[in-house]
Every structure is written in structure tokens, then in C-alpha cells.
């Protein structure tokens, strides 16, 4: 039977589609470790500097082993565009030397056949790499239906009132139990459209939004704002 949540899901999904499209993909899945540290380079900054600092990172060191090898500041200095240098150089040298420590080699191809629970645990048991992080490794590398919960998802879902937590992680579980079918990876992209550039933390445009008519949010605006510059470039779906 479909849940009134699973429903709203659906609506969402379609009343975005209609207002955005349905959202590119890579055309070929990303290597797992690739996604993983880009995901890690994208925390709290835009997709365009966080390209950047990847692009700039795989041109430094073409081979994860040479990563692990070289030293954290190496790693920071490449980096320095996405912001947090220490913090996410840190990350990245760390789970690049517990990955090649636990498994003798740089590859995280041993989960490819893994259920999702599976990989989420064993994601999030390398020190460093969280929830977010680990779901993103799921969703863009290995094609399952999962949806991540940045701070765009959690605002906008909270918002629209297809859940009701108050962070991240708890969202991404009360939204991923029983997430409908096939549509992760579109209501994903297009929530995090609609939280740059309708539904923004301060002031959302209600007016200009496509979920005005079933959006339950209490203290939806009534005034029209400009419509923000379409902000469509994803990171995690240009990893190559
Ligand atoms: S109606 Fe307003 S609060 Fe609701 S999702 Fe749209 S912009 Fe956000």
C-alpha cells in the first residue's frame, strides 16, 4: 500500500520535474573513492569551487596511493579553493590510508554488491566519513535508490512537510524508509535546485515555487521576489 508520505514523495517529484526537468546524469558511473572525496571537497562551499579543488587534486595526484603517500599538507594546498583546507585535507588522507590499511589497496569495488544498509555502516565506520557522505557514495556511484539530505534537502523536506526532524541524519532515515521507486536520484537533484533558488534558508519565494498548493509550511511568503539565476551545476554527477 502507498503511504501518504511515499505520495507526497511522488508529487514533489513530478510537480519538479515539470518546473526544472528531469535532471542529467553522468553517463558513466564514477568510481566510488572519486564520489567519495568529492563529496567530501563539496561540504560547505558551492559545486563550482569544490570542482575545482577536485579537478585540481586528481591533476596533483592522478593515483589515490599517491594521496596516501604524500603528506596532509600536500593535500591541503591543492585544496585551498574549496575552503576548510585543514578539515577536508584531514578527512581525505585519513580514509585514503584506513581504506589501504584495511583493505590493502585503494578500491571500494568490494562493496559494489553490498545491500545499502550494508555499505552506509561500513561507509560511516572510517573515521571522518558520515552519513551524507556515505549516501552520496550510493546514490551517484552505485545507482541505488537513496536520496542524501544536505542542508537543502533537510530545509525543503522539512518545509514541504513530507517530514518532521530537526537534522540531517535524522531526515535522511525517516525520508529513506520506504523512498518510492527509481526517483532518488531526480528528487534529490531538483530539491537542492529548489533550495538555491526558490526555497532559500531566509526567505523563500512561495509565490514562484511549483509546491505552493501542497507545500504545509506555516509561514509560506506571500511577496514575489526576482527569480533567482538558474543554479543547475552539480558536482557529484560531473566526478569523472
Ligand atoms: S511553498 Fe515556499 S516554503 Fe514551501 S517549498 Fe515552496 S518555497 Fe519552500
Redesign the pocket.
Known amino acids: 500500500m502507498i503511504s501518504n508520505k511515499q505520495q507526497l514523495i511522488k508529487d514533489v517529484n513530478k510537480l519538479l520535474i515539470k518546473k526544472f526537468g528531469i535532471p542529467k546524469r553522468n553517463e558513466k558511473l564514477p568510481d566510488p573513492v572519486d564520489l567519495l572525496i568529492a563529496t567530501i571537497l563539496s561540504q560547505n562551499t558551492n559545486d563550482k569551487n569544490s570542482y575545482q579543488a577536485y579537478t585540481k587534486l586528481k591533476k596533483k595526484f592522478p593515483d589515490w596511493e599517491m594521496a596516501a603517500r604524500a603528506k596532509r599538507e600536500t593535500i591541503e594546498k591543492e585544496i585551498k579553493i574549496a575552503g576548510l583546507g585543514f578539515q577536508k585535507s584531514t578527512a581525505i588522507h585519513s580514509f585514503l590510508n584506513q581504506l589501504k590499511k584495511s583493505k590493502s589497496k585503494i578500491s571500494l569495488d568490494y562493496l559494489i554488491n553490498s545491500e545499502d544498509q550494508k555499505i552506509l555502516n561500513e561507509l560511516t565506520s572510517f573515521k571522518g566519513i558520515g552519513v551524507k557522505t556515505a549516501s552520496c557514495v550510493l546514490l551517484f556511484a552505485l545507482d541505488r535508490n537513496v536520496c542524501p539530505v544536505d542542508t537543502h534537502v533537510h530545509r ?1 523536506v522539512n ?2 512537510g513530507i517530514v518532521d526532524q530537526k537534522t540531517p541524519d535524522k531526515t535522511f532515515i525517516e525520508l529513506n524508509d520506504k523512498f518510492p521507486p527509481k526517483i532518488a536520484h531526480s528528487f534529490h537533484t531538483n530539491l537542492i535546485r ?1 533550495g538555491r533558488e ?2 532559500k534558508p531566509k526567505r ?3 509565490p ?5 498548493k501542497i ?1 504545509e ?1 506555516p ?3 506571500t511577496e514575489t521576489l526576482d527569480e533567482a539565476k538558474p543554479n543547475n551545476f552539480m558536482l557529484l554527477d560531473n566526478v569523472s
Open positions: 525543503t518545509r514541504i529548489l526558490i526555497c523563500p519565494n512561495c514562484a515555487c511549483p509546491l505552493l507545500c509550511f509561514e509560506k511568503t
